[in-house]
């Protein structure tokens, strides 16, 4: 006799169905043993199998990973309940990252999956040149099969240009990498119109359509204690605020079991934070609104019927360049009778792409000396008229 078929997982019970790529964000606690000083073998290894999981099913993973400060401070003494200097903390995360990396690394590989180390500033994040370089970064490692590793340069950055949390740095890797998922592993399972564990009667919300004022007054001072780390609710719903602008939905969940992944995408309890549209529209809204153009391109015919095909600008279809931007800013482009075909972020600044003009890829790396491609505006930083 055949068992009872498993009931059916409905798509709003399976949040990660369908996914491409996911932002998977876990703090301090859940990844180190500061008492032992040493990551918790079984958490990583867990995860990394859930990680693989979703691999196999083609959904593309990103870990932004605490835990490098926790694992360093007694390494070098610190006794766990001091409060650290600013170069302490820097020393503990210069000792404490490379054991994290360490521990990750084995995990993964335990999958035959590779794992690459990912360090980010303040500046990475919201400077729009840093932003580009650590996007194409990112995406690369992502093409090439990688699972990528982020965690904040603790060692450099200061309380001044810090990002301050690894929940918002979660929320800009999603905005960098255009993920359709973030996930903030806690040790919660979502969020609650009060601390559940002070008021026996909270109820749970299971759905967060916008971010309204009452919904962020829910994560005061009280939920806050229901954080890990340097974080708490307050800072999950900010880090949901920057990810739901970028088209990308946040799930809160608990993370503490060492398949929690696993359990979210099986359909655990948790807290879904709708996003304000898909990934790539935010972000070619972005494109389109948001910025001033620092210069133009003047493209042939063959060349803006690929632009108005949401195709990338290559350099054999430039016929001039003007202004004097840069890599990364914006450009407008147009057709040789001025009809504005679409805008962009250059690939080249200005001088390179006045060297390139009308050249074919095999015909740029003599012209520059070095060879940074064909694409002038790639698709995915183009937007049409």
């Known amino acids: 006799m055949m068992p009872p078929a498993a009931p059916a997982v409905s798509v709003r019970e399976a949040p990660l169905a369908g996914a491409r790529r996911v932002v998977v964000k876990l703090g301090s606690a859940l990844v180190a043993d500061a008492a032992r000083g040493a990551v918790r073998t079984e958490r990583l290894d867990g995860v990394a199998s859930d990680v693989a999981a979703l691999r196999t099913g083609g959904t593309q993973v990103v870990l932004v990973s605490s835990g490098a400060v926790a694992l360093g401070r007694g390494r070098l003494g610190y006794a766990p309940s001091r409060r650290l200097r600013v170069e302490e903390k820097q020393a503990a995360a210069a000792v404490g990252q490379p054991a994290l990396m360490a521990g990750w690394s084995r995990a993964l590989e335990a999958h035959g999956l590779v794992a690459a180390q990912a360090l980010l500033t303040a500046a990475d994040t919201e400077a729009r040149q840093a932003f580009l370089n650590a996007r194409r970064t990112l995406r690369a490692l992502l093409a090439c099969g990688a699972v990528p590793v ?8 200061t309380d001044e240009i810090r990002v301050g949390d ?19 592993l806690s040790d919660v399972d979502g969020l609650y119109t009060a601390d559940p564990r002070r008021e026996p009667g909270a109820s749970h919300l299971p759905e967060v359509a916008a971010l309204t004022p009452d919904i962020l ?68 809204a972005w494109i389109a609104g948001a910025l001033q153009p620092r210069g133009a391109l003047v493209v042939d015919d063959g060349a803006a019927r690929a632009v108005r095909a949401g195709k990338s600008l290559l350099a054999a279809g430039v016929r001039a360049v003007e202004g004097g931007f840069g890599a990364g800013d914006l450009v407008v482009l147009r057709d040789a009778m001025g009809t504005v075909v679409g805008r962009g972020l250059a690939t080249y600044a200005a001088i390179d792409a006045a060297r390139i003009v009308g050249l074919r890829s095999d015909a740029i790396e003599a012209a520059l000396g070095w060879d940074g491609g064909p694409v002038v505006v790639h698709a995915d930083d183009l937007v049409r008229a």
């Open 217 to 284: 007054a829910m994560a005061g001072a009280a939920n806050t204690e229901a954080g890990v780390g340097s974080g708490g609710m307050a800072t999950k719903l900010e880090a949901a605020r920057i990810a739901a602008s970028a088209g990308c939905a946040t799930l809160i969940a608990r993370g503490d079991a060492p398949d929690a992944l696993a359990l979210l995408a099986s359909g655990a309890r948790h807290t879904r934070i709708a996003p304000a549209a898909a990934p790539e529209a935010a972000y070619k």
């Open 166 to 184: 690894n929940d918002r740095l979660a929320a800009r890797v999603a905005q960098m990498t255009g993920a359709d998922v973030l996930v903030l």
């Open 150 to 157: 982020v965690n904040e340069n603790d060692t450099v950055a």
